[in-house]
């Protein structure tokens, strides 16, 4: 963890976001107590390994920026695809490897959150599953698991795969439809933490991923394999 700098102010921060069907990269200026944002270019999805790299030099190069320009980062560490969430972590590292960057990772869940200005939010995990964030807590759920549950009185949704799980399941909350969460969000909601100087270890970074890969739920004779569902972020 780095010292937080004496003044965060007129930094500039690079944003990734790999983790969602649709993805993004943005650049800001940091202000007093917000970030001014200078541009943002979606990165479509299924294509994050091949296209990250050139559209981070592309936005950077629109706006006059070189990479040593850039003092911080914020990357969204899941939950998502997995080989979204791997694509973003390692450009991250690679970045603050070679660059000197320091990083903050956010979760998607609390980047949702945040735009929607409330405390819960639900993703789309697939399988009949959504990604849930309760307050600070994260989990993998599904109705089962949402049928033990004390549904809140309002979740932020971005897609129709976890507002059809949810609608039936807890018909007494409102579920806040916003566009996904991008890039620019996370940077939004990481600002505070750029400012305070709370940076991640790089050794210990990993994704945020909640669900485990097929090979470990299945093991390699295709035996289920125990899993940790839930996670406090």
């Avoid at 998502?80 to 690679?94: C, E, I, N, Q, Y």
């Avoid at 932020?156 to 018909?171: S, T, Y």
């Amino acid at each position: 963890m780095m010292p937080p700098p004496q003044s965060a102010e007129g930094l500039l921060v690079l944003g990734i976001d790999t983790c969602g069907p649709a993805g993004s990269v943005a650049l800001a200026r940091l202000a007093p107590d917000s970030a001014n944002i200078l541009g943002e270019s979606p990165l479509e999805g299924r294509t994050y390994s091949a296209t990250l790299i050139a559209a981070i030099e592309a936005l950077l190069k629109a706006h006059n920026v070189r990479l040593r320009e850039i003092k911080g980062l914020v990357v969204v560490n899941g939950p998502g695809s997995f080989t979204g969430v791997r694509v973003g972590l390692s450009a991250a590292k690679g970045l603050a490897e070679g660059a000197g960057l320091p990083v903050i990772a956010v979760s998607r869940l609390a980047v949702l959150a945040s735009k929607a200005t409330i405390a819960c939010a639900a993703l789309d995990a697939h399988r009949h599953e959504i990604y849930l964030r309760l307050e600070e807590q994260e989990l993998l759920a599904g109705a089962e698991d949402l049928a033990a549950l004390a549904p809140p009185g309002r979740l932020a949704v971005c897609d129709e795969g976890a507002e059809a799980l949810l609608a039936p399941a807890w018909p007494t909350a409102s579920l806040i439809r916003v566009a996904a969460p991008s890039a620019a969000d996370a940077i939004h909601l990481a600002t505070a933490r750029i400012a305070a100087g709370g940076f991640e270890d790089i050794a210990l970074l990993d994704g945020h991923y909640l669900r485990r890969s097929d090979a470990e739920i299945f093991g390699e004779k295709g035996r289920p394999a125990p899993s940790a569902r839930s996670s406090a972020k």
